[in-house]
């Protein structure tokens, strides 16, 4: 039986893709999919999926990553305290079965903190990994079953307007959406960051876009930009978590070397392909016409704000490129890639923090 049918009529659009449609006759994609169209009742399945993705992100923070990473920067402490001869903190005995002691240096203040810190913040990042690995691949998928190709996107105009949306592109566009509201609750929720205005402004124009190519069936673009986008995410968050790790600084350098070249190959070589395809072939190919019954919404003002948009999403990328290629440099100079993105405040308590231990 459908879901739809089990649930009251209410609630369906809340656990289940809305407005069902007929497959096109001949389909250059998906063509054993269910097809679909936008329905302003896709926000209420928006709201659920990201419910969703706040009781996963606390389930992955809570119950696989702080507990991972306070066990191994534990006993990281313990094994250092080991090898060095020399104890900073204090010292727990208790008694065996067997009538024989066990001692465990307790950490001092200075390091409780700092582990503390270590702890939250790599917990943080592992939804990241999680999430963008995971998208990234659903939208390989869906970019491979699209007729579109990422360095000539031509075809993403070709037969607009796009109206019937295979279940993958929905879901897809969807699911998208739904991560980059529930990423600003989240941005408002957290510490302030260094680039706050930077970041809440691309989400607010991001969600923007994903909103309007959406409802205006213009989502074949829209998913090759989202593709696009994806694929870095994933290499700056697991840097960051193997920094907070303390393991060897050649990984997360590596890490991070790996995201900075996936950053330049996919924000400003292919996305301004995407671009400059937006401006050019978009106006060639689709005729101005604003016919909501048929699904035409491309006006010169319409087409104007698209690529504006688009160009100042890459503006921001170039601020966040600058503060890339700092971190780059501190690594070519024996630095270290360090987060340039830190709390405003975070940082200097940790430095008083330390400042002060020695002191003591």
């Known amino acids: 039986m459908d879901l739809s049918q089990k649930l009251p009529q209410y609630l369906t659009p809340f656990f289940s893709l809305s407005s069902p449609t007929d497959t096109p006759a001949n389909p250059d994609s998906f063509p054993n999919s ?3 169209r936008t329905d302003p009742k896709d926000l209420w399945l928006v709201i659920t ?3 969703v993705y706040a009781i996963l992100r606390d389930a992955l923070r809570l119950g696989v990553f702080e507990p991972f990473a306070r066990w191994k920067l534990s006993r990281d402490i313990q094994l250092q305290r080991k090898h060095t001869g020399k104890p900073n903190g ?3 005995v208790s008694t065996n079965g067997n009538g024989y002691s066990n001692s465990k240096l307790i950490p001092t203040k200075a390091e409780r903190r ?3 810190r ?15 690995t995971l998208q990234w691949g659903f939208g390989l998928y869906v970019y491979r079953n699209l007729p579109t190709r990422v360095l000539d996107p031509v075809d993403a105009w070709i037969g607009y307007p796009h109206v019937a949306l295979a279940a993958p592109v929905k879901i897809y566009y969807l699911t998208q959406l739904a991560f980059y509201l529930h990423q600003m609750l989240i941005l408002n929720a957290e510490a302030r960051r260094k680039d706050h205005v930077q970041m809440m402004t691309h989400h607010i124009i991001t969600v923007f876009l994903m909103w309007a190519s959406y409802y205006y069936n213009l989502t074949r673009i829209g998913c090759l930009i989202m593709l696009l986008m994806d694929l870095c995410d994933i290499f700056l968050p697991l840097a960051k978590m193997l920094r907070y790790l303390n393991l060897p600084q050649i990984y997360p350098d590596l890490t991070f070397g790996t995201f900075m070249l996936t950053w330049f190959v996919t924000r400003h070589v292919l996305f301004p392909i995407a671009i400059k395809s937006t401006i050019f072939d978009m106006r060639r190919l689709i005729p101005f016409d604003w016919d909501p019954e ?10 104007t704000m698209f690529y504006l948009c688009l160009l100042v999403l890459e503006f921001i990328q170039m601020i966040w490129f600058t503060m890339i290629v700092r971190v780059a440099w501190k690594v070519v100079t024996g630095e270290g890639a360090t987060d340039v993105r830190s709390d405003e405040e975070g940082e200097d308590e940790d430095d008083s923090g330390d400042i002060k231990n020695k002191e003591e």
């Open 34 to 36: 269910q097809h679909y």
């Open 49 to 51: 999926i990201i419910a």
């Open 90 to 92: 204090n010292t727990s």
């Open 114 to 116: 700092k582990l503390h």
């Open 118 to 132: 270590s702890v939250l913040r790599f917990a943080e990042q592992g939804w990241s990994v999680v999430y963008y």
């Open 294 to 303: 048929r699904g035409y919404y491309h006006t010169l003002g319409s087409h």
